[in-house]
């Protein structure tokens, strides 16, 4: 009942500036939401009790987005040196070689930092499967959905006359895989 809840932004991780704001809140835990610098992670993690919320594929997708643009399929495997390939094959993140294997070994090493910890909170079982599939202990792994569940076979009632015009509401980012231009064309 007696939570506090303070963010603090680091651009540019300073180990003794950390140490100074978190001896200073001496939070009883610290979370954070995806996983933005690995080293910052496990220095943390040394000194408080340490959760990440995962809510995006960044954690473990050297190109963010689990989508091939090439072709449209999803990518399912986990982060190796075959993402380089399939950058460049499949449009899924630089086809730069030396900037892909960059991105693979610092996905490498985050998922190295999330193995660490006692929990990992993700918004969906699609992260959760993602997340397991790339070497996270599953019974580390809580889900916690942004939006509740509908229960199966709830109908949504009211609200729309049949003289209005027909709304749409779409919350995400205007990125191909969203699959807006899906949803436009079954308009």
Do not use: W
Not at 52 to 66: A, R, T
Not at 145 to 152: E, K, R
């Amino acid at each position: 009942d007696n939570v506090a809840k303070v963010s603090v932004l680091i651009k540019d991780f300073n180990r003794d500036e950390l140490l100074s704001k978190l001896l200073e809140f001496n939070p009883d835990i610290v979370n954070f939401q995806n996983v933005v610098d690995s080293d910052l992670l496990r220095f943390v993690l040394k000194i408080r009790p340490t959760t990440v919320f995962i809510h995006n594929h960044e954690s473990y997708c050297p190109g963010s987005s689990k989508y091939f643009f090439n072709g449209g399929d999803i990518c399912t495997i986990p982060v190796s040196p075959l993402c380089a390939l399939n950058g460049y094959l499949k449009g899924c993140m630089t086809r730069r070689p030396g900037k892909a294997l960059r991105n693979i070994k610092e996905k490498l090493s985050d998922l190295n930092a999330l193995r660490l910890l006692k929990k990992v909170i993700c918004n969906s079982n699609y992260v959760k499967s993602n997340l397991i599939v790339n070497g996270i202990s599953e019974e580390s792994i809580f889900v916690n959905h942004l939006f509740p569940i509908s229960h199966a076979g709830a109908e949504i009632t009211g609200g729309i006359s049949q003289d209005a015009v027909p709304t749409i509401l779409f919350v995400g980012r205007l990125f191909k895989e969203k699959g807006v231009d899906h949803l436009l064309k079954a308009l």
